[in-house]
Each structure stands twice: as C-alpha cells, then as structure tokens.
C-alpha cells in the first residue's frame, strides 16, 4: 500500500511537472517592480545664530596697463647747435646757440652755449668768423660763471688768442720795417745814381 501510495504520488508529481511544462510555466519568472515610494519632505534646519562663512573667491591679478606712449618733443635749440657743431655747419650752430641763449635765460646750460658759441665763432672759415664775437662769448662765460667746467678751457683760448694777435702785431710791425728799409734803400739807389757823372756820349 505504502509502494502504491508512493507510485502514485511520484505519478503525480511527474504529471503536475509535465504539466506545468505544457503550459509554459517553467520559464522565468516575471520580476514585479513596486512603484517608487513618493520622496519624504527632509525638514532645513532652523538658521543658527552664527552665519556660515562663505568663501571669498579668488582676487584676480591686476590687469596690466598699456605702456603710454612717450611724446616726441622737438630738439632744443642747444641740442640742434651741438648737432650742427659736430657736424662741422659752424654758422647754424653759432646760430642755435645765440636763439637758446636768448629764450633760456636762466638755463644751467647757458654756460655750456656761450663755451660753444665762441669756438664756432672761431672755426668758421666763412662770413661768420668773428674772433671779437667769440671772445666776447668766452669772456662773459668767466664772468657770468665763475664756476663752469668750461671756464678753464676759455681762458686758454682767449690767451692763445691774444698771443696770435701779438705774433699779428708783430708781423705787421715787421713788414713795416721791411718796407720802410726798403723805401730807405730805393732812395739811397737814386741818389747814388745822381751822384754818378753821365757817361759822354
């Protein structure tokens, strides 16, 4: 009986398994997914007393300025005297010098003009040599500034200057000599002459 009871119930099971086979019960099966719970209201914190620090953010680096631009002045007259003077044009130079000493009255450079005014006076080798322009240039150097780096310089010229006029005076005292001796020896000629009896003819 108990075989019987067991064949029979091993039928079953077969049978029930056979069973669900048939009727597709055997595939996997079919996850239900449960709708999203709805999202639970999270309560702020009630404001401390002490407000959060907030971060300052980063100071940016200064902006670098445009470099301004330099203005272009026009040379002064002392400037365009000095290039005149290096370049041998004596006359312009005198020239720029004369204008600069005239508007800047009271420039620390008026030393420095009047130094160069009078040797341009000197090397000129046109109309605009003028030995007593340049020594009045050097001699009121010596006295308007007593002081100058270049007052030293001007001294020496005005005494190479005076010595030329002396070695000038000379040589004119000379060629007077000369000529006065030789004035002296035509008109000893002559007598000499009158003295001579003519020969006859």
Do not use: W
């Not at 670098?64 to 040379?75: G, L, N, Q, R, V």
């Not at 040589?171 to 001796?181: A, G, P, T």
């Amino acid at each position: 009986m108990v075989q019987y009871l067991d064949r029979k119930s091993s039928i079953a099971i077969v049978f029930v398994f056979l069973l669900l086979m048939l009727t597709g019960c055997h595939k996997k099966p079919v996850v239900v997914v449960p709708p999203p719970s709805p999202p639970v209201a999270v309560e702020e914190p009630a404001p401390s007393a002490v407000t959060p620090r907030v971060p300052t953010p980063p100071t940016p680096a200064p902006l670098e300025s445009a470099p301004i631009p330099k203005t272009i002045t026009a040379p002064s007259n002392l400037e365009v005297g000095e290039v005149n003077f290096q370049a041998g044009n004596y006359r312009q130079a005198a020239r720029s010098f004369e204008a600069f000493l005239n508007s800047n009255q009271k420039s620390k450079s008026r030393d420095q003009a009047l130094f160069y005014l009078g040797l341009s006076r000197v090397l000129a080798s046109d109309s605009s040599r003028d030995l007593h322009q340049a020594e009045a240039a050097f001699k009121r150097l010596i006295t308007e500034f007593p002081t100058s780096p270049y007052k030293r310089e001007a001294e020496f010229i005005l005494g190479l200057q005076a010595q030329i006029e002396r070695l000038k005076s000379d040589v004119k005292e000379r060629d007077d000599k000369i000529k006065r001796l030789s004035d002296e020896l035509q008109k000893l000629k002559e007598i000499d002459l009158q003295r001579k009896p003519s020969r006859p003819e």
